[in-house]
């Protein structure tokens, strides 16, 4: 969802971040990043995983894909990051509610992003998806726009969000198959987001528990364009979690043929204790 464009210091090559390994209550929680600017001037993906600073076994991870401009764009994923690293840092998992907390991440970020369109007289949005894991191994998910979170269990897909996007109105009304949506022209055409004079959806799941094995996914459009979720679950559930965001941004960057958009991922595994 990037227009062209490009800031000082983005390069074309990819950065994947182990992110860290944290372990509690008999399970460990394995997190890395990646991101590329694809073919586009302009990086304007965010995606960070968070720690909590605190509580083992608890982690917030957020991912944004930015609209608008040269800079609005940009300006408007940043905003999300760090709207979620200042909720999070007050976050406490015995006395808030996650949910509550994602759906304050969204509110708060997207009357951040209006306020920054107003002083800047630019057009940001940007979407959002994040997923909270919590020490008993709870995970409530939230998205707004058309970056997704997918949770698999094993090499197969559970669950993954439903884009807020013209192209998925029409697969839900059945005038078109998800595969005619991939290749539909107005795939990039978004029904909610943040940063518009709409309020922003709050599409929220809660998974009671993963298991051990599951792996939580989020990404922007520029990546899960390419695979489908067979392919995505065979990538993370054979491959350690670095090597596998290596491989999706890789295998994203191949089939985009040199007209790929940003890309980013966050992808976090629940692994035994070694």
Known sequence: MSPPGRPKGEYRSATHK???????????????????????????????????????????????????????????????????????????????????????????????????????????????????????????????????????????????????????????????SEDEANAHPQSNLLTGCLGTNQDPPLTHRRIDQLEIGDTMLACSDGLWHYFTPRELGAIVHALPAREASEMLVSKARQRARGGGDNLSLALVRVDHLS
């Open 18 to 176: 182990g992110i860290f390994s944290m372990s509690t209550n008999g399970f460990r929680l394995t997190a890395t990043t990646g991101i590329h600017r694809g073919d586009r001037a302009y990086q304007q993906d965010q995606v960070e995983v968070l720690p909590h600073d605190r509580v083992p076994g608890c982690l917030l991870a957020v991912l944004a894909d930015g609209m608008g401009g040269k800079s609005g764009g940009r300006k408007a994923a940043d905003q999300v990051l760090l709207t979620a690293q200042q909720l999070f840092e007050r976050y406490a998992p015995s006395r808030d509610d996650a949910a509550e907390t994602l759906k304050q991440l969204v509110l708060e970020a997207h009357l951040m992003i209006k306020l920054t369109a107003i002083t800047s007289e630019e057009e940001p949005h940007s979407t959002v998806a994040a997923f909270l894991i919590s020490p008993g191994r709870e995970c409530d998910v939230i998205h707004a726009g058309d970056s997704r979170v997918y949770h698999f269990r094993g090499a197969e897909m559970v669950s993954r969000s439903i884009d807020h996007s013209y192209v998925q109105r029409l697969v839900d009304e059945g005038q078109i």
